[in-house]
Each structure stands twice: as C-alpha cells, then as structure tokens.
C-alpha cells in the first residue's frame, strides 16, 4: 500500500490521458539443443486516482484495466487470472510447449531428452 500511495502522490495532478501503464511477464524457452524462444504477455491499463477494490496484492488498488472497466482489486482471483500478464505469457507458453511436443512426436524424437 505504501508503494501504491507514493506512486499516487508522484502523479497528482496528472491528466487521466498521460496515465498509462502495463505489466508485462516475459518467458524464455530453451532446449536441450540451446533453442531459447521468448514469450511476452502484456496487460494494459491505467492507475487510478484513488485506491478501489480490496482483493489482489502491489499495485492491483491503482490499476484500472479498460477491457474489463475495473480495478485488477476488484476482480475475483478468476476474473484476474484469465486476462494477467502472467496468463498471457503463460498460455504462449503453453502453446509453444505443445507445437514442439507435436513436432517432436512427428519426426520421432523425443522432446524430453
């Protein structure tokens, strides 16, 4: 809460339009063989005003997702889960996890080794 506080009170008197922010959550992928592949998932947002909802942890009282039309502390932990940054990457993730399995699995290799 204090680092929220203090970020507020660094942007008073900030106009809502130069108020953007994002988190971002970047993953990296390697393999065996020394392939990295990079993730990226970004949430977009802005901070608010004045600290709304109570759930969630860090900035998520100040960080208003237009998408959603609330505050990231005012959403249930599902809400939240399903449009983060993290889930973002992750889900790339996952995806690219899969294209490889699949690719592994149809030339015969093993993905695991």
Do not use: W
Request: contains cysteine; aromatic residues 6%.
């Amino acid at each position: 809460a204090d680092n929220c506080r203090k970020l507020l009170t660094e942007m008073a008197g900030i106009s809502a339009d130069q108020r953007g922010a994002r988190f971002v959550t970047v993953m990296a992928l390697s393999d065996p063989q020394g392939n990295v592949e990079v993730v990226e998932g970004v949430l977009s947002g802005n901070i608010t005003e004045t600290f709304y909802g109570s759930q969630g942890f860090g900035y998520d009282p100040i960080f208003s997702v237009a998408e959603v039309g609330k505050t990231l502390a005012e959403m249930s932990l599902t809400e939240k889960n399903q449009i983060s940054h993290r889930a973002r990457a992750l889900q790339q993730a996952k995806e690219l996890l899969k294209c490889r399995l699949l690719s592994a699995s149809s030339s015969g290799r093993s993905a695991a080794r």
